[in-house]
């Protein structure tokens, strides 16, 4: 807060001026005093240490104990927070929202092998899928069932491939490997399901992508030309250079139909080896990934997991062609809905789409996710832009 001596030197200002110094000065010290505390930073640091591929040692509850009395305090749901660690350079951001499900319910859909693992950040993640597992651990358990009867804490390794939607302040979205580290274990009356995700190397270079509508929609164009859309940057060779999130997902045995998720997030991207990265993206992006989860799994719509792998497969199983009709559909729906948009990017699409083949440079990866999308938008109520009938409706109809 400003000393005495700070205020009466503001008052002495021209009234407009001064006024407006003053709620500036009042804005940054309350920023400034919602920041991490610094007793966390041993267990973020043992976090990120563990969370190395090439670790032996077992997990270590107990060296978590002043970060995990801090997640477990109780505060207003949606809080966010920046802060730093000893184990990393800022910005570092922590985010925290409450979903209205029980922890096994969450973890049927989340990690489970035979549903495309992006099925919770549909609005942040293009698609995600898993390229390999440690060898202690060589294939992913039913991780929801474990978790039902968890006596000892088991720990899960692997290697991820991710590539994100665009990201709003910049129009650009990247693709990257993950090492993932998933532990599930018990503290005191609760149980936790713990998930690093580690970014050691840059991504690919950032490409130009477009968000079409409120982000709500989840309708984004992923044009494939390096560079970023936004700011008059098209030029800029942009990465994703190291990154770290630690998600906790925690559920009370006082209240088995309520997950609290708290998430730690660090990183650093930008071009010619700098950051740019300020503490209001990575909260941003935490925030969107807090409401696209809690518009998935609390959406009294939303599918079994069995009826959603039934579905899954089937897409795994359209033939190349098909799935290649489905999205040529799809990008002639989107400029249907979008095309008179200022957003929408014409002369790219009108030369690839178009005139073009922009379809056969799609990855099956690519192809699918577009299918799995409109899919879970129909089912969950919201407005897929192609007609069923265009997307293949048998994927929408549940098992007899």
């Not at 491939?161 to 005191?188: K, M, N, V, W």
């Not at 690093?196 to 509508?213: A, I, M, N, T, W």
């Not at 033939?319 to 729906?333: E, H, K, M, P, V």
């Given at each position: ?48 240490e ?40 800022e ?21 489970n ?118 700011m ?88 190349l062609?098909?799935l290649?009709q ?30 073009g ?44």
């Amino acid at each position: 807060m400003p000393t005495q001596r700070q205020i009466r030197f503001y008052l002495v200002l021209p009234a407009i001026a001064g006024l407006a110094v003053v709620l500036s000065m009042f804005g940054v010290a309350a920023a400034a005093a919602d920041r991490l505390p610094a007793d966390i930073d041993g267990g973020l640091g043992y976090l990120y240490e563990f969370s190395n591929p090439e670790t032996t040692t077992p997990f270590q509850v107990q060296r978590l104990e002043k970060l995990m009395t801090f997640v477990l305090a109780p505060r207003d749901d949606g809080l966010s927070m920046p802060g730093h660690s000893g184990a990393f350079l800022e910005p570092m951001a922590f985010h925290e929202f409450t979903v209205a499900r029980s922890l096994p319910f969450l973890l049927g859909y989340a990690h489970n092998p035979g549903i495309p693992a992006q099925i919770l950040t549909l609005g942040t993640l293009r698609y995600a899928y898993w390229k390999a597992f440690d060898e202690r651990q060589p294939d992913l358990p039913d991780v929801a069932e474990r978790i039902d009867r968890l006596e000892t804490p088991f720990v899960i390794r692997g290697l991820e491939h991710e590539s994100i939607a665009p990201d709003p302040s910049s129009g650009a979205y990247y693709s990257y490997d993950l090492q993932r580290t998933l532990i599930g274990f018990r503290y005191g009356r609760h149980t936790v399901w713990l998930s690093l995700s580690r970014q050691s190397d840059p991504s690919d270079v950032g490409r130009k992508g477009y968000v079409l509508e409120a982000e709500s929609d989840w309708h984004y164009l992923y044009s494939g030309v390096k560079g970023i859309t936004k700011m008059g940057l098209g030029w800029v060779d942009s990465y994703m250079y190291e990154g770290f999130s630690c998600n906790f997902y925690i559920q009370s045995d006082d209240a088995p139909d309520r997950v609290k998720v708290a998430i730690f997030k660090w990183l650093r991207a930008g071009w010619n080896d700098l950051n740019f990265v300020k503490y209001k993206h990575i909260r941003d992006g935490l925030e969107r990934f807090g409401t696209t989860m809690r518009r998935i799994l609390e959406n009294p719509d939303l599918p079994p997991p069995a009826q959603v792998e039934t579905v899954a497969r089937r897409i795994e199983n359209l033939s190349l062609d098909q799935l290649r009709q489905i999205n040529q559909n799809y990008l002639l729906a989107l400029e249907k809905h979008y095309g008179q948009k200022s957003v929408f990017p014409r002369s790219w699409y009108k030369k690839q789409v178009v005139k073009g083949d922009f379809v056969s440079q799609l990855t099956r990866p690519q192809l699918e996710a577009v299918v799995f999308l409109e899919y879970m938008q129909g089912v969950l109520g919201m407005n897929p832009v192609t007609e069923p009938e265009i997307l293949l409706g048998y994927l929408r109809r549940p098992e007899p």
